[in-house]
């Protein structure tokens, strides 16, 4: 629409200089000027926009990079139990929003509400990654990403995914359940390392424990003086 009234003006003003008239003054001025702030102003919201997806795919690659083990637990509770994932999520951002906000707006707590959002940026951006993956491994399949490298899952399922995104009211909704249910994959997946920490530090104690208490008797056993003597 305002790259037609644009086109429109242009060339009403090129007969107008051809025939030799004067264009009538200010308004088509105003209308070329107008249409072209207006094309600059969607061609700056389009590279925004890719950027930020872009920067995305990228932190989603990251993400893989850094946390292998919990990118690997995450992505199989996504794909094994979404609907779990998804209403996690959902408590995991509402609830750390909310807290976040509480704790900014007491100055004395300001800190620790602007960290809480940094840690729910980060699991945003995980969760994304884990989503990623799950779309690139059902493109190139589990053998061929068995073989290759699992960034090109990523890559490729990030930028399918957002070109989906971009879609006018069904890619934001999808976007949003993607956001939810990642980011409850990665929640759950960091609560399964902790346990699974927790057990393997308790293993060797209580085993260290039982061992002491089955020598105890022995090392009694052998200081108490011989009756028979």
Known sequence: MFSGSFAASLSQMLALAAMGQAAPPGQPLIKVLGGLAMALLILALFICLVLVKGAFVAGGMWFGLMFPRLTSGALELYQERGKKCFFLGLLYVFLGILISVLLMVTQALAVF????????????????????????????????????????????????????????????????????????????????????????????????????????????HAGEPDLNE
């Open 113 to 220: 509400g602007f960290a809480l959002l940094v840690f729910l940026g980060v699991l945003a951006v995980g969760g994304y990654g884990v989503a990623y993956r799950s779309a690139g491994r059902r493109l190139l399949g589990r053998e061929a990403v068995a073989e290759g490298p699992e960034n090109k899952a990523c890559l490729l399922g990030g930028l399918m995914a957002e070109l989906t995104f971009t879609l006018p009211i069904l890619g934001q909704i999808l976007s949003v359940g993607v956001l939810f249910r990642g980011v409850g994959a990665v929640g759950l997946a960091m609560l399964a390392q902790r346990r699974a920490r927790k057990n393997e530090g308790a293993t060797p104690s209580e085993s260290g424990k039982s061992v002491n208490e089955a020598s105890t008797p022995t090392e009694q």
